[in-house]
């Protein structure tokens, strides 16, 4: 036990209240924000100075006022960087021909070397990661005033390279392909909350068959997740309902024998086609192979930009777009020209709490932007 001085903020509400908001936060930015009620208008904000008695493993109370959500630039109904990898060499920059850590023309495939300095970049412009499955859920857990970030990796090829196996079941992977990189950085900043969705073609990570199941078992057991890619990465504008069945059902078929229940219903696009209005791609979204019945939560496009927050008018969880990793001297998408642009006023930043949705109101003054809520509770300041 230990006296602690807390100061809490007495709130004095109209009668004609409708919404009231407690968070909890503790000293730190990555302490948990729990606990929501119904909503009140905040007309004053009075600081109290108490004295109370805690435990060491008590959170205090910290009730965020107006000018914290200001002050921190709270708006969780700005975008979100979802960043699409390729392959990853295990190469220099210097080693390529292209600009900036590409190791292909069209910047699809990246270096180990510039892969690393992203993931230190985003971390050091406040970025903390999230599961792609709780954006599409709508839960987005990143601690106050830092902004989501989500990784895909899309062909499975150079992601998870196998040069064999510890003795506790363990995989030895190559330390320059994608997953070694994640893992130490996972070590090396225990805040960042590091994790990835890899989307899989039939041919999965291309170590055989034996070895990549263990690798998908390994992988949803350490915090990553596996998504659908099609069975044979195919531009499924050029085929038929049927066929797009076959492509979609296959693979959900394929992970459950490997990971029963532990892969997510989302599949990437490849090439980014589909979602279009044309019926036939319903079958991404629903269908049936062999019997058994599948369905989707989400699609995601090949990338360009920013995704809009789940919670916005223009969201659609059947088109998520994504920013393609790629270094192109800061212009036409590349990495740097979409994060100064996320940078420059609309990013997502977060409250904390996952389950409010915290905006500057004149942000919805229009009143439909603000769709999708989740059923969180709606905090407009
Ligand atoms: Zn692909």
């Not at 006022?65 to 220099?92: C, F, W």
């Not at 596996?226 to 085929?239: A, M, P, Q």
């Not at 420059?344 to 905006?359: E, L």
Request: negative net charge; aromatic residues 12%; glycine residues 8%.
């Amino acid at each position: 036990m230990k006296i602690q001085k807390i100061t809490t903020y007495a709130l004095i509400a109209s009668m004609t209240a409708m919404m009231f908001t407690a968070c909890n936060k503790g000293g730190s930015d990555d302490s948990d924000d729990t606990t929501a009620a119904t909503s009140v208008e905040i007309t004053a904000e009075v600081p109290v100075t108490e004295t109370t008695e805690t435990t060491e493993e008590t959170t205090p109370p910290v009730t965020h006022t107006e000018d914290e959500y200001k002050a921190a630039g709270i708006n969780e109904l700005n975008s979100v960087p979802i960043l699409m990898y390729h392959r990853i060499y295990g190469m220099t920059n210097a080693e390529t021909e292209y600009t900036g850590g590409n190791v292909d023309e069209s910047g699809y495939n990246r270096t180990s070397e510039a892969f690393e300095a992203d993931l230190r970049s985003f971390y050091e412009q406040g970025y903390r990661m999230m599961r792609l499955s709780d954006f599409v859920d709508g839960y987005i857990d990143v601690p106050f005033g830092y902004c989501p970030l989500i990784l895909t990796f899309d062909d499975g090829i150079r992601d998870a390279v196998l040069e064999g196996w510890n003795e506790d079941g363990s995989p030895i992977f190559d330390p320059t392909c994608a997953i070694a990189i994640l893992e130490k950085i996972k070590a090396e900043y225990p805040d960042y909350n590091v994790t990835a969705t890899f989307f899989l073609n039939k041919d999965l990570f291309g170590n055989g068959e034996e070895n990549d199941r263990k690798i998908l078992q390994w992988m949803v057991d350490n915090g990553y997740d596996i998504g659908n890619h099609t069975r044979d990465h195919v531009k499924l504008d050029e085929y038929e309902a049927d066929e797009i069945q076959d492509q979609i059902g296959y693979m959900y078929q394929y992970l459950e024998q490997i990971i029963p229940g532990q892969y997510v219903n989302i599949v990437a696009l490849p090439f980014g086609q589909a979602g279009e209005s044309d019926p036939k791609f319903d079958k991404i979204f629903a269908g049936t192979y062999e019997g058994t019945e599948y369905t989707s939560r989400a699609a995601l496009l090949c990338g360009w930009t920013r995704s809009y927050s789940p919670f916005v008018r223009d969201y659609d969880n059947r088109a998520i777009r994504r920013i393609r990793a790629y270094d192109n001297n800061g212009v036409d998408w590349d990495i740097e020209d979409n994060f100064n642009q996320l940078n420059n006023g609309v990013r997502y930043v977060s409250d904390g709490d996952p389950n409010t949705i915290v905006f500057p109101a004149e942000d919805n003054s229009s009143g439909d932007w603000l769709k999708n809520t989740f059923d969180h509770q709606v905090i407009p300041y």
